[in-house]
């Protein structure tokens, strides 16, 4: 076959697919086994919302909206089976790769089901320890000085109280680690 001869054929497959597409309305979706009622006209159609039907939850799925206008294509060469291909609204969207989960709707974005928590805001997280920072280092610096204050009176007062506290003291920091993770941005 020439180039040519490929092209038409190809075109003829194309609209010859396009010739069993229709446009209709979301009524209901079961994400459980993937599938929307969708209304096209007076017929309710069963259609597919993730391309493979299979019960492995790895890949890529967008969940339709009820109520939605959804653009629906043959699956293969079955003029039975339809999946949706272009949506006029979204539920969600869920996506799988190896360990890698994400389920994103309009309420939120969760990844790995969540199993960390929420991310923190770097810049107020960074401003909340520091501020806790700057709280201690002035205790360190005051404390000596109100053993000081307070005199001699017990061994653990006084410029006796105030030189052991300055001596345990001595080599200890603060350590604040860099705790952005550069790889999830929001």
């Known amino acids: 076959m020439r180039n040519e001869e490929v092209r038409e054929a190809f075109r003829d497959f194309v609209l010859e697919l396009l010739s069993f597409s229709f446009t209709g309305k979301v009524e209901s979706v079961d994400e459980q086994n993937h599938?929307?009622?969708?209304?096209?006209?007076d017929l309710p159609y069963t259609v597919n919302f993730k391309s493979i039907q299979d019960n492995k939850s790895e890949g890529l799925?967008?969940?339709?909206a009820v109520g939605s206008d959804v653009f629906c294509v043959p699956e293969g060469q079955s003029k039975e089976r339809f999946m949706i291909v272009k949506y006029s609204q979204i539920e969600r969207i869920y996506f799988e790769i190896g360990d890698t989960k994400c389920n994103v709707s309009t309420d939120n974005v969760v990844f790995n089901d969540g199993e960390n928590g929420g991310l923190a805001k770097v810049k107020e997280l960074n401003d909340s320890v520091n501020s806790i920072k700057t709280y201690v280092e002035a205790i360190n610096?005051?404390?000596p000085n109100a053993l000081n204050a307070i005199g001699a009176g017990t061994a653990s007062s006084g410029a006796a109280g105030a030189a052991s506290y300055t001596a345990s003291m001595q080599g200890q920091l603060i350590e604040i680690k860099n705790f952005e993770n550069t790889k999830i941005k929001h």
Do not use: E, Q
């Open 141 to 143: 610096t005051a404390l």
């Open 35 to 41: 599938t929307a009622k969708v209304r096209h006209g």
């Open 61 to 64: 799925w967008i969940v339709p």
